[in-house]
């Protein structure tokens, strides 16, 4: 029997190589779509903390320092939202999937800019609106 030759065990160990790097790299676009969701729930919380702070304070004295901060929250939360999207798509830039299949870049922009507009609106109806009515 002849023996293996030592290059075709060369050729296998570095195809099994760059298998394991394929998939390490499939595994950094998951770690970066869960990072992604991570900052994403960061941006829900800190526009809840602002509607919250709103809430709780709202007969605060002067009632505009109450919705100065609860903007400032809310105005992070989309920003954060924001931020997210860019970091997501400069690494899935970086990034080329071989046996996973991530999340497109348009459907982080969509899910970000969605958030950031929501945080817009809800600010301008926490600043506009008063129990319905146009504030003073």
């Not at 954060?80 to 991530?102: F, N, S, V």
Request: charged share 25%; proline share 4%.
């Amino acid at each position: 029997m002849a023996q293996d030759d030592p290059e075709d065990e060369r050729d296998r160990s570095t195809q099994w190589a760059e298998f394991r790097t394929d998939l390490a790299e499939d595994r950094n676009i998951m770690a970066m779509e869960r990072t992604f969701a991570g900052w994403m729930r960061t941006a829900f919380a800190a526009i809840g903390i602002g509607l919250g702070f709103r809430a709780v304070f709202g007969e605060f004295e002067p009632p505009w320092l109450a919705k100065a901060v609860a903007t400032l929250f809310i105005i992070g939360g989309g920003w954060l939202a924001i931020t997210a999207e860019r970091r997501a798509c400069k690494t899935m830039a970086r990034l080329d999937p071989h046996r996973y299949e991530g999340i497109s870049r348009p459907n982080f922009r969509i899910m970000a800019f969605a958030v950031a507009a929501g945080s817009a609106v809800l600010t301008a109806g926490l600043w506009i609106l008063n129990d319905g009515d146009i504030a003073e």
